[in-house]
Nanobody, 125 residues
C-alpha cells in the first residue's frame, strides 16, 4: 500500500502562492493516478486536482479557474500542487491521495485507496 506524507502548508495572505508536496512510498506509486482534495471546516471533502500515472493527463476542479497546477515526479516519488493567487476561500486542509495501482484519473474521494494526513492552508484577507 502506498503511504503518503504532505508538506508545504501554512499561513499566507490573499494573492500569495504556495507549493504543496506529497512524498509517496510504495511500489505502485509510479503506476497510480494521484489526486489532491481539500476539506474546509463544516464542509465535505472536495476534489481539487488529479494526474494520471504519467502526469501527462490532468484534471482540475472548475472553481480553480487555472490558479492551481498538479505535477508529479515518478523518479522521486513526489506529487506537487502549485497554488497561485490564493484566496481566503482556499483555506482548508489539503490531502494527497493515491488510486493504488489504477492509472486513470478520478475525481471522487472513494476511488482513492490511500490518503495522507493532510496539511493546513490558511489564507488571510
Amino acid at each position: 500500500q502506498v503511504q503518503l506524507v504532505e508538506s508545504g502548508g501554512g499561513l499566507v495572505q490573499a494573492g500569495d502562492s504556495l507549493r504543496l508536496s506529497c512524498a509517496a512510498s510504495g511500489r505502485t506509486f509510479s503506476v497510480s493516478a494521484m489526486g489532491w482534495f481539500r476539506q474546509a471546516p463544516g464542509k465535505e471533502r472536495e476534489f481539487v486536482a488529479a494526474a494520471d500515472w504519467s502526469g501527462v493527463n490532468t484534471d482540475y476542479a472548475d472553481f480553480l479557474k487555472g490558479r492551481f497546477t498538479i505535477s508529479r515526479d515518478n523518479a522521486k516519488n513526489m506529487v506537487y500542487l502549485q497554488m497561485n493567487n490564493l484566496k481566503p476561500e482556499d483555506t482548508a486542509v489539503y490531502y494527497c491521495a493515491c488510486r493504488q495501482g489504477v492509472a486513470s484519473i478520478a475525481t471522487t474521494p472513494y476511488l482513492y485507496g490511500s490518503w495522507g494526513q493532510g496539511t493546513q492552508v490558511t489564507v488571510s484577507s
